[in-house]
């Protein structure tokens, strides 16, 4: 330096400088050090940040004033710094010669002038709004600048006449310059042209690349969200990040806006910003897709170099996938590879994520190993504040300017961590958005063999759970290298101070690993344990509530009850062990800083006597044995969720691998041709690997011809569409479709929007076509119907439409696209049969709707046929005969014979009933018949259909099988379904089930008080004082730490030791064992109390009131025992234990300081204000943005099950961009509301660091201004113990807010453990005799009822006496009050007025189970529960196995039983999938046969029952229940054929006669004349006796009992079934 200053001015002096009360630099090194660091700093990254602005262009921005003004003062400064330069040489001529240092530093920091003035422009062009370069550099000057500025003003005051005149002026211009470039560089530059960032939506034309994207919105705006779509559009909430300036982005000052707007009112979904260009899907997912393309491609050259040439132009595919994303075949592959065995290699999806990804997390890499070293530099100032507390004469700036850099540290240390975990977190983001698009795209290109290997399931878990894998490991994956960083560092450092000592705690810490891996692998097999027996519960808790009725019928609650404790138990008993290693693992991660420092410090000073135990070696160990604490837990956890991590990757990659379906194997292109579809020579699979499905397909379908296929179940007709599509794989031939394609399912797909989105399905509105569409589907009348007509919101699967009504839409949406080729699967055959006709007639027949278009249908109602062009006859997966109906019936082949079987059935049964009813027309609604006798005497069908049809009317059986199991012979007889209920079911239900209502604002302090009932509130207090305790001995630890290092300023080591070690040692001990007992009371306090909640729960569900049931989605209650019971179960727990850590923490830290430095107390009130507000602010806002974010992330999963279910109806349409379009949206608007909470975690961690390291920086300027007064024993505990609690306060703000969300979970739980209940099960004092009732008299008097409070009466004084024995059928309408009066003997329903006794007891007056348990009903709805079949029949096991098996034989389901392996034993699977439903309505009467009660009431329900059984069951139900009272429910005349007499519930008083009973209500239209008289007896052969139909819904049609609704009318009416 003496060359570059000379010899008169020195570099460094130390008695100017350190020792004295006025300190100041040396001039050599104010010109040296202060003025070149800010140049070395801006020219050392000018290269980097030039290749930066090349990179990024965000537009221009208009040079405004403030720009001119910075452009102006970055000249000047260069004018006033080479002013100086020139001053120097003119010097150097006048002979005053001056040292180098003079030239070189003006000349230099004028360069760096320029460089930055340069900076400033360049910035302008390239639309940086607020340069982090230039504000670092301006402030490094500013800082450099303010000790010559001092020591200039020292040297003036000091000096009579400043000697350098002009370079003290110039100093002064530099300086001013320098502090207005700092203050403008804190403002922002107005937003560039041409970006994409939007101030001002309104005054800002959109960008091009905006337009893109609103258009793309609002292109499917119209079938989405309806019309706010596209408000949301044009009116872009701009994220202000966008537009904020460095120092508000350091600070996320920018967010501040929205905590204050949560503070005050809760956010809403309009109040979140949009997401940022850079986070959109529409930016991340091509970039991924992108990389991973090109890894593909890599591994297709690489897997075999000499065979490029065959894949650069691979031959026209053969097959109907592609393997991966290139065109070339499996076999192609295995004719190249067959010379060189070599070894597929697998594409690397890792390193895709990682080229895609991996350039903007290194940044966040960067800042975590900036932060990782500044951590370090604290304990250094810590020993030098401790050492200068010993030194009583050293000045006093030196502790004040330690104090002030032990703050300055802090914060910086705090701004870089948070922008480290803001760069984490939105790389976390960034490859979830990616991965969910990826997979959401693949899954519409996917072959229908690889969609077998992945079950709907298992994606749907790959967009959640591995994409949620991969975002929770972003966050923490740097400590994979940071960690081992921070622990090398941190022995470094122990070992400066401890000397090998610290090898005693370094083994402590290696032995506590393995202990910790061990509690871990426990701890993972008992979730694992825990998560079984939760499942089972939850799929016990599933089928009881929906069979709650069945199980109030039959008297079982209690049976339930006790089999879901069962598995509670076992649940809380695994939960109690995991708690109990819970416990174990606290107390080890609490202590094990303590066993460390314990070890070191006993080794070090038992090791050598001279090693003295002082403050400073203490308190300085201290502060670095708790930064070892975080790797030290962190790692082991990075590791289990890397190794998670990569199991999620190998999934997600070898979905990723699938072959797709190849776009090319139909040729779709629009050739004139006479032939619209063509099939030349196709063969057909499923799978590449399995048998062909469909051989030697010719078929040529001219343009604008009607072709039926038709053929038996499973010979290939729905595959012959599927290969028309191109949804199977081509083997061999040719397909071509020409033009556009319509294409309606088998089973209706039906999209979770409204009605009209549902039709429209993309196209735009067109109201006369609309109607058109309607009318030719028979969908007019159901909008009647519908709530909101066609705006009715459709739920998922089409959930409140029936099965008929759906195929009607899915028709709907295939008229309404106006294709070219229509491609109908079998949509006849979920609709009624006058519908189907109508639909026929106006849609696809001849004259329908459709004429001119191709239409291919396949069906089995064979009455059509005679009106189609063509007809294919498919047998086997082969075409066996095709021509038009003439053709084919003189073929006299399969067609003709086919024909023939389809209609023998029923000329030998129920002949002379059909001619009778044929007689009896009059009985009959004239639109009902007259709809059957058109469509059967209009087409020239044999006889035998003829009459088929007319029997319909007679036997209209319910449909409760799927399509596919039936027969085709069944098909045409039973293809019956009646929308009617569910249409009004839905009507009700849009008014009866109220959303559910989300918590808004704060939980309620009983809630929390609700809670700590549950724990017990003697144990609750018991915790608060246990964690006291465990904190107290802490603190005393700590504070006898500081007695012994004050022993070595009084030298009484040696005397001591052992006293000071073992005090020590028993203190932290203490510590140890009262921090396990405190958590094992924590876990048995909140194991009971998830006990408790949970048996209230149930308690009260089981005697909730049906009504409840009704009303309430069954989801809704499954997730009060699912996820609120887990979070009261897991997640509260460890919230709780974790809040009253860090609370007791805090507490402690502020003891300590305020024992140590009492005037510290002055600080903590502001302190304490400023934290409780910005906790409130934050905990506010949080709580919100956490709910939105759950709500919005379902759509996404639901969206997405959707379409997969619908894939082939989404290509057939060609939607599919529109719906990959869709689901970047519903990802979008989930990540608007994720990505606020990120940075609301940022936002509050700057805040809350801000107030601990203001705590550091007072407890230091405290310890510095009472140094005389406090030893250093005192002085090291207050402020090591300040700087734990930053990380402490910001826990417990996160922990408050994690228990609000938490504790809503007891809340909900609260909620419905409260509702009403229905009577109690048993009253002691009123309990009927053990054998009652003996007659089985039942009799009701003037009663009526209604189903709610509020609600219409369903029956109206209804008087009548039922002697006992006595068989009676019941009667009427559907909505008459049928299956209401069943109900009111079961109390299901309570009586409005009158009442019910049998046998003389007033069932009002006797409990529920005493009364049920005498009754038997066979239901509509055979109800079974997964479990034994023995449990099925008999739960409470009152009956022996003999008993049993007689009911099984009367039931005719012995053989059955008899040839299963494990007989009674046998498991029946939920809800009793694994029987048919016919032998499922024979276990309910086994059940009857068992229970063997005096009353029996029979809800008709054999529909599912073949003839002959059903006759079987009739005998059987003579026989068996011969003296006992049965009640029938009956739709059909002929079921109540041979009963004593009928009741018809809708008159106040029963009409009864011989035969039978007629429901009437007055008819409006026709003046409301009276029934006509019993008709005459009806011919039953004896054969035939009850029962056989429909069932009518119990309870959940809409009961209309007012005058005026007839049995007349609508097609979806199902009046015709009335008897």
């Known amino acids: 330096m003496e060359r570059l200053c000379g010899p008169e001015l020195p570099f460094w002096v130390a008695n100017q400088t350190l020792h004295t009360d006025q300190p100041d630099l040396p001039l050599c090194f104010q010109l040296t050090v202060l003025s070149w660091l800010p140049c070395i700093y801006l020219w050392t990254v000018s290269p980097i940040y030039l290749f930066y602005l090349k990179k990024n262009n965000r537009g221009y921005i208009m040079m405004s004033i403030m ?61 940086v709004q607020s340069s982090g370069v230039l504000f670092i550099f301006w402030f490094l000057s500013v800082l450099c600048a303010v000790v010559p500025f001092r020591s200039k003003i020292l040297q003036a005051s000091s000096e009579v006449e400043v000697t350098d005149k002009l370079r003290f002026t110039t100093f002064y211009f530099y300086f001013g310059l320098v502090v207005l470039e700092l203050i403008l560089c804190c403002f922002n530059e107005k937003p560039p042209l041409f970006s994409n960032v939007v101030a001002d939506p309104v005054s800002h034309p959109l960008q091009p690349a905006q337009k893109l994207s609103t258009l793309c919105m609002l292109e499917h705006a119209s079938y989405i969200e309806g019309p706010e779509c596209f408000e949301d559009c044009l009116c872009l909430n701009v994220c202000p990040e966008s537009t904020a300036g460095f120092l508000s982005k350091m600070t996320f000052w920018w967010f501040t806006s929205m905590a204050i707007k949560g503070y005050k009112m809760p956010l809403e979904a309009k109040d979140l910003w949009s997401l940022n260009q850079r986070d959109s899907s529409k930016a991340m997912v091509p970039k991924l897709l992108k990389e991973w393309e090109k890894e593909q491609a890599k591994a297709k050259r690489k897997q075999n170099p000499s065979s490029q040439v065959f894949y650069s132009k691979p031959p026209p595919s053969t097959t109907n996938h592609i393997g991966g994303a290139s065109g070339a075949s499996p076999e192609e592959d295995e004719v190249l590879l067959s010379d060189q065995k070599a070894v597929p290699r697998q594409p690397s999806f890792l390193r895709a994520l990682i080229k895609a990804f991996g350039p903007y997390f290194l940044i966040g890499s960067a800042y975590k190993l900036l932060q990782d070293v500044i951590t370090f530099v604290n304990p250094q100032l810590l020993r030098m504040l401790i050492s200068f507390t010993k030194q009583k004469d050293a000045p006093d700036w030196w502790g004040y ?193 303590f066993m460390v420092a314990l070890t070191t410090f006993a080794v070090y000073v038992m090791v050598d006597e001279k090693n003295i135990l002082d403050a400073e070696t203490a308190f300085v160990s201290l502060s670095l044995f708790n930064i070892l604490r975080f790797p030290l837990n962190m790692l082991p956890q990075v590791i289990s969720s890397l190794v998670q991590t990569s199991v999620s990757l190998k999934r997600i990659q070898s979905f990723l691998s ?142 409140n439409l029936s099965g008929g009504q759906r195929q009607r839409v899915s028709l709907a949406r295939a008229l309404y696209s106006d294709a070219d080729v229509y491609l109908l699967d079998d949509p006849l055959s979920a609709v009624d049969a006058h519908v189907s006709k109508h639909i026929f007639d106006n849609l696809i027949g001849p004259e329908g709707a459709l004429k001119g278009k191709t239409r291919i249908l396949v069906t089995h109602g064979i009455s059509y046929l005679p009106q189609v062009d063509n007809i294919v006859v498919m047998a086997d997966g082969r075409v066996s005969e095709m021509g038009s109906y003439q053709e084919l019936l003189k073929q006299n082949g399969a067609f003709a014979e086919f024909l023939r079987n389809y209609a023998l059935e029923d000329i030998v049964e ?112 018991l915790i608060c004082i246990l964690y006291g305790c465990q904190s107290a001995a802490a603190i005393g630890a700590n504070i006898w730490l500081s007695e012994w290092t004050n022993d070595a300023l009084q030298n009484q080591t040696e005397d001591n030791v052992n006293m000071r070690v073992g005090v020590y040692a028993a203190l932290g001990i203490t510590q140890g064992v009262l921090v396990m007992i405190s958590s094992f009371t924590l876990a048995m306090g909140n194991i009971g109390a998830a006990r408790k909640l949970h048996h209230n729960l149930l308690a009260n569900k089981l005697h909730t009131h049906q009504s409840f049931f009704d009303t309430t989605p069954i989801g809704r209650i499954i997730n009060r025992f699912s996820k609120d019971i887990y979070v009261i179960d ?102 608007k509301s994720y990505y606020p909470g990120i940075v609301s975690n940022r936002w509050l961690g700057v805040r809350i660091e801000f107030i601990g390291n203001c705590i550091v920086l007072f407890a230091a300027l405290f310890a510095v201004t009472g140094k005389d007064d406090l030893n250093p024993g005192l002085v090291g505990l207050s402020v090591s113990y300040a700087l734990q609690v930053t990380m402490s306060l910001n826990w417990m703000v996160r922990m408050t807010s994690d228990l609000e969300n938490n504790i809503v979970a007891v809340e909900r739980v609260k909620e419905y453990s409260e509702t009403k209940t229905e009577a109690p099960w048993e009253i002691e004092d009123k309990k009927p005799p053990p054998d009652w009732p003996i007659q089985g008299n039942v009799e009701f008097h003037n009663y009526s009822v209604r189903y709610r409070e509020g609600l219409d009466l369903v029956l109206k004084n209804l008087s009548l006496s039922v002697k006992g ?208 008289a019993c008709p005459r007896k009806l011919r039953v052969p004896a054969s035939r006796v009850p029962s056989r139909g429909q069932s009518a819904t119990s309870g959940t049609a809409s009961r209309r009992v007012n005058a005026g609704i007839v049995a007349r009318g609508s097609p979806t009416s199902r009046a015709h079934q009335m008897a």
């Open 401 to 593: 300017s330690l104090a002030f850099l032990m703050f300055f540290t802090a914060f910086l240390q705090t701004l870089i961590l948070h922008q480290h975990f803001q760069y984490c977190f939105v790389t976390g983001m960034h490859v979830r958005t990616a991965l969910i698009g990826a997979i959401y795209r693949k899954s519409l290109a996917i072959t229908n063999a690889a969609k077998r290997s992945s079950t709907l399931g298992e994606v749907v878990n790959l967009m959640s759970v591995d994409a949620q894998r991969f975002m929770d490991l972003t966050t923490f994956l740097n400590m994979l290298w940071s960690a081992p960083l921070q622990i090398m560092l941190t022995l470094y450092f122990l070992w400066q101070n401890l000397g090998p000592s610290v090898l005693a705690g370094v083994a402590v810490m290696i032995l506590l690993i393995p202990f910790n891996a061990v509690i871990a692998m426990k701890s993972r097999a008992y979730q694992v344990e825990q998560m079984q027996h939760k499942d089972s519960r939850i799929k016990l808790m599933n089928e009881i509530l929906n069979g709650i009725k069945v199980l109030k019928l039959y008297a079982w609650e209690n049976s339930f009850k006790e089999k879901v404790l069962a598995i509670r138990q076992k649940e809380l008993d695994v939960l109690k062990k995991a708690s109990y290693l819970g416990a174990l693992s606290t107390m080890a991660w609490t202590s094990a800083p």
């Open 1365 to 1572: 024995g006595e068989k009676v059928g019941i009667v009427g309408r559907t909505g008459a009050g049928k299956s209401s009066m069943t109900l009111c003997l079961f109390r299901l329903l309570e009586a409005a007025e009158g009442e019910i006794s049998i046998d003389d007891v007033k069932i009002s007056e006797i409990g529920l189970h005493d009364l049920r348990s005498k009754l038997t009903i066979i239901p509509q709805e055979p109800v079974l529960f997964s479990g034994t079949l023995r449990m099925n029949l008999d739960p409470f096991e009152k009956y022996s196995d003999e008993e049993v098996w007689k009911a099984l034989e009367h039931s005719h389901l012995h053989k059955f039983v008899r040839n299963q392996p494990a007989k009674l034993e046998m498991e029946c699977s939920e809800g009793g999938e694994n029987l048919s439903v016919g032998q499922r309505q024979l276990v309910c009467l086994a059940r009857a046969l068992l229970r063997k009660t005096r009353i029996l009431i029979l809800d008709e329900a054999t529909a599912a029952i073949d003839l002959e059984t059903d006759d079987l069951i009739q005998s059987t139900i003579r026989t068996q229940f011969e003296d006992c009272t049965v009640f029938t429910i009956a739709h059909r005349l002929n079921t109540v054929m041979d009963y004593k007499r009928s009741v018809n519930p809708l008159r106040s008083v029963a009409r009864t006669c011989a035969g039978i009973a007629v429901a009437w209500q007055p008819d409006t239209r026709s003046g409301g004349e009276a029934p006509r």
């Open 658 to 799: 699938h072959d797709e379906l190849d776009p090319n194997s139909v040729d779709r292109k629009n050739t004139p041709s006479d032939f619209s579809v063509t099939v030349v020579n196709g063969k057909f699979t499923w799978a590449q690997e399995e048998s062909p499905v469909l051989h030697n397909i010719n078929v040529l379908v001219p343009q604008g011809s009607l072709l039926a296929v038709v053929g038996h179940v499973g010979c290939g007709k729905s595959s012959l569409i599927s290969a028309l599509l191109g949804e199977t794989e081509k083997l061999e031939g040719d397909v071509s479709v020409r033009g556009s394609v319509a294409y309606v399912p088998q089973q209706a797909w039906i999209q979770n929007a409204t009605l009209r989105d549902n039709i429209l399905f993309g196209k735009l509105y067109n109201e006369q076509k609309y109607r058109c569409v309607l009318e030719a589907c028979a969908l007019t009348p159901d909008l009647e119907v519908l709530p909101g007509g066609d705006m009715t919101e459709i739920g998922e699967k089409g959930i």
């Open 1130 to 1231: 897991e997640t509260l727990p460890s919230t709780v234990l974790m809040f009253l850590g860090t609370f007791f923490v805090s507490l402690s830290t502020m003891i300590v300081i305020i024992s140590s430095t009492p005037i510290f107390a002055v600080v903590i009130a502001p302190l304490a204000f400023v934290y409780i507000f910005v906790q409130r602010f934050y905990v506010a806002t949080s709580r919100q943005l956490k709910r939105l974010e759950s709500i919005n992330r379902s759509p996404i999963y639901s969206h997405f099950s959707e379409t997969i279910t619908g894939s082939s109806v989404i290509r057939a349409f060609g939607r599919h961009s529109a719906f990959v379009c869709m689901s970047d949206m519903k990802v979008d608007e989930n990540q």
């Open 67 to 127: 720009n001119r003004f910075k452009t102006v003062f970055g000249l000047l400064l260069w004018f006033v710094c080479w002013t100086d330069l020139f001053y120097t040489f003119h010097e150097t001529q006048q002979e005053i010669s001056q040292p180098p240092i003079f030239f070189i530093t003006p000349l230099m920091l004028g360069m760096t002038m320029l460089l930055a003035t340069f900076f400033i422009q360049c910035e302008r062009l390239r639309g």
């Open 910 to 1021: 129920e002949d002379e009933a059909t001619e009778e009813i044929i007689d009896d027309e009059d009985l009959y609604p004239e639109d009902t018949l007259s709809n059957h006798t058109d469509m059967v005497d209009s087409e020239p069908v044999i006889n035998e259909a003829k009459r088929k049809f007319i029997r319909q009317i007679s036997i209209i059986s319910a449909d409760g099988e799927t399509p596919k199991s039936r027969s085709v012979r069944r098909h045409g007889c039973s293809q019956r379904k009646h929308p009617e209920p569910q249409e009004k079911e839905s009507q009700r239900i849009e008014k009866l089930i109220q959303a559910e209502t989300a918590e808004t604002g704060r939980v309620k302090l009983k809630v929390y008080l609700e809670y700590a009932k549950a724990v017990g509130l003697l144990l609750s207090v």
